[in-house]
């Protein structure tokens, strides 16, 4: 008896392990087909290629054996809660490693501070291998599957994120996928002359093809990287470079490249992240004689990315930075049948608010939360004041044409207003990529400074930096209020101003974002429980905000959102509703005080944050001040 228990032992791990491959493959298989059909009907569309599907094929399995037991936990809880990250207690946070806490193992650390900002949804942003110098903040990737040395190691990474997990607190990482350094092996070798990696790019040995692109592609960076080409003077051609000239654009009319770069994109998934940014992604199909942006085929191929994330590690979500004019955005959630992003940012909104601020007319604004509230529940919008990048004033101007704002005089006066030149502007900042021939010019600063907190702050004036405060946390209010998921920019909670130190790096100095990409202040951190400090004030209001919206689940994007008629020009109102109640935002874009005419007669509201409870009915609202009223029960 005693002889046999080993057999039996072994018996039964086999069994086991027999009966956990054959559970593995039924998921695989069953994922794979639900979206078999319609993966290969686009990929043959694009590529034409069996053996290259083929071996797409293989790598997803391979990909998904290699995926993490506890990963494979957290994809199949996801499955089952498919709008986890829709949720009214999701925050996010972006912030550079080394500028918020040197290394990978340092932001570790740091999750307690994350913890305490309410924020469980964090944006790394790039870490991947990138050439100082030449890293366009490290948008040049040169290794997908290196961390930079000076941030740590992919094992940093990996453990970050595990404990990320075990805190409740998802990882976002961007993935450049329009093009990669030319220090990237692929552009190493293409440069020596290896045909293969060449065809992984775009080269030409004469300008004539470039010059036809070039009629009808817009520039990026008119600036600080004229033109969408550059001349490589050792092989004596031009490669397509749509950024600077150091990131060479990938032709994903190659299938090597598109197969290669899922690969890329799997890989990270399987470091434990948990929302992918692919970035740039409008620009990622050329076509001569367009524009170069948003071509079906972008959508082909986003498409295909949303399903193999699907069928490999359907714990992801896909967030596109889409930073397009309103109706281009849209169609990058696909169809509630054949979905692409789960998520996108509000850049128009984020650059209608600031074009509220310095206009304090709500008008633009108004329409542009009509049109949001007019998109299916199930589209996700990250919403945000501030980011890494610069805002671009992309605006609805023929709506401004008929209220007399012309496009270029319109653009001249936000970038006066903001930075500080404009009578009675409390703003500071930086213009980004003047374009001379154009007029056009965009802005960069941080919210903090934008909202007068610089200029308060060096004038010392007191007065002055209550109402910077004032106009701070308002904004807050308001984009906290929006339909969507919040995203901070690190360094907003405790109203960290312009950084000028980017001017001394020869590196930095020619590209104005720097400016809102500063070191983040942990002396500052230290006033947060100090409530006479500018920081106190402001980490606690927020933080009452961002606590109110964890508990309230009329909060959760799938809540109806729309606009509520105020009557007053300087105050914007917006209404939610679910089942879980009724909440009405007031948010006055005026420095003065205002009445919003409304008149809801559904009873009772009460103030979220300062807890009265009135009548919603003619209410008046302080300048730069707002409300969050919920409607009593019964
Ligand atoms: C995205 C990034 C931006 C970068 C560009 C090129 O737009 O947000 O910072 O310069 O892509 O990769």
Redesign the pocket.
Known sequence: MEKKEPIKKNQEIAKKKNSISAEREKIFETRLTRHMDELKWLYMELYDSTEHFESLLNNLEQFYDQRKAELKVLDKKREQDPGWYRKNGMLGMMLYVDQFAGTLNGVREKLDYIKRCNVNYVHLMPLLDTVEGRS??G??VADFRKVQEKLGTMEDLEKLASECHKEGISLCLDF?M??TSEDHEWAKRARAGEKEYQDRYFFFDNYSMPAMYEKTVPQVFPTTAPGNFTWLPERQEFVMTT?YPY?WDLNYRNPVVFNEMVYNFLYLANQGIDVLRI??VPYIWKQIGTNCRNLPQVHTIVRMMRMIGEIVCPGIVLLG?V?MEPDKVAPYFGTVEKPECHMLYNVTTMATTWHTVATRDVRLLKRQMEIISGLPSDYTFLNYLRC??DIGWGLDYPLLENWGSYQVPHKKYLNDYFTGKWEGSVSRGELYNEDFVTGDARFCATTASMCGVEKAGFEQNEEAMDAAIQTDVMLHAYMLFLSGIPMLYSGDEIGQVNDYTYKEDPNKAPDS?YIHRGKFNWELVENIDKPETVQGKLFARLGQLEEIRAEEKVFDASAGFRILETWDDGILGLVRESEEGKLLGLFNFSDEFRIAWINEEDGMYQDLVGGNVFKASAVGVDGHSFYWLKRKDG
Request: glycine share 6%; charged share 30%.
């Open positions: 366009d903040g948008y040049a450049v329009n093009h950024f990131q970035d740039a930075e930073v890494h990048d974002r």
